[in-house]
């Protein structure tokens, strides 16, 4: 007596997108979760120092020059990382420092991408002497150490804003 079985289609498990493929990957190196972790508060920080930091970081408080963090002797909780010589608050001050830190970095990265995008453009397109120029110049600025390279230009021009950029 033979018995007829049902036979059942088990569907196939649905194909991952490539970015949850990614995220899948990522969430168990514990080391890339507290980094990306750290990135993004950093970034929250700086996008919103106007609305997170306590004090505007031109304010000088007088009646607290270099004043220590509150976790030392003669700190206090309303400078929480202390004041500089002048009496400016330092948490304030790193908030709104981190804020131009990232607007820097971000003009540099799209600087950068269109200079090397017109270069590659106009060496591939014309090719030969024009090509062989313009990867001359590429490897030398490869070859050159990029920090010290910086501190050269630091040195002659000096600090600030306006020659970062």
Known sequence: MSQITENKVVAAPVPMTPLQEFWHYFKRNKGAVVGLAYVVVMIIIAVFANFLAPYNPADQFRDAL???PF???GGSVS???GTDDVGRDILSRLMYGARLSLLVGCLVVVLSLILGVVLGLVSGYFGGVVDSVIMRVVD???ALPSLLLAL???AIFG???VNAS
Do not use: F, G, R
């Open 66 to 68: 270099l004043a220590p």
């Open 140 to 142: 030398i600025m490869l």
């Open 152 to 154: 050269v230009l630091v």
């Open 71 to 73: 976790w030392q002797e």
């Open 159 to 161: 600090p600030s804003i």
């Open 79 to 81: 400078h929480l990382l």
